[in-house]
C-alpha cells in the first residue's frame, strides 16, 4: 500500500464520521474517550448533515467554477418548490446516503424511496428543459 492510499483512505473515512484508530486511542480527536479526557467538543464546518451533498459540489474539481455556480442557483430554485420533507429526502439522496438508510430515517419502504428518486429526476429534466413536462407526468 502506497502513503498516499493510506492517507487518501483516512480522509474518507473521517469525512464520512467514521474514526481513523480505535475507539480507545486517547490520540484521536474523533475518539469518544479522547473527546471526555480531553474535553474536546468538535463541530462540523458543515451547517448540516442535509447539506452534506453541497461540501461534496465544492471539492469537485471535473466541474468548471461557472457551471458549479450554475448549478448552486438552479438547484436551490428547484429545490424551494419542494415541502420540507421533501427537500431533506431529496438532500440525503444527493449526499449519497443508500436507499434503504434514507427509507428508515422517514419511516418509508426502499421501494417508495426508489419510486421518489426517479419522481425528482423525471422533476428536476423537466426544469432544465430536458424533457418536456407532460413526458415527465406520464412516464
Not at 8 to 22: I, K, P, Q
Not at 41 to 59: F, G, I, M
Not at 71 to 88: E, T
Not at 119 to 135: D, H, I, K, P
Request: glycine share 8%.
Amino acid at each position: 500500500m502506497r502513503p498516499s492510499s493510506l492517507a487518501d483512505f483516512a480522509v474518507r473515512r473521517v469525512r464520512s464520521g467514521r474514526m481513523v484508530g480505535s475507539r480507545q486511542n486517547s490520540s484521536d480527536l474523533h475518539s469518544p474517550l479522547a473527546q471526555r479526557k480531553h474535553r474536546i467538543c468538535l463541530h462540523s464546518l458543515t451547517p448540516d448533515k442535509r447539506d452534506a451533498w453541497q461540501a461534496a459540489l465544492v471539492e469537485c474539481k471535473r466541474v468548471p467554477p461557472a457551471d458549479l455556480a450554475a448549478f448552486h442557483i438552479d438547484f436551490a430554485q428547484w429545490l424551494g418548490g419542494f415541502g420540507r420533507r421533501d427537500q431533506r429526502i431529496i438532500s440525503a439522496l444527493a449526499s449519497g446516503e443508500a436507499t434503504s438508510a434514507v427509507a428508515g430515517r422517514f419511516g418509508l419502504t426502499a421501494g417508495r424511496v426508489s419510486q421518489l428518486r426517479r419522481r425528482y429526476e423525471r422533476n428536476w429534466l423537466v426544469f432544465q428543459g430536458e424533457v418536456e413536462s407532460t413526458v415527465a407526468v406520464s412516464a
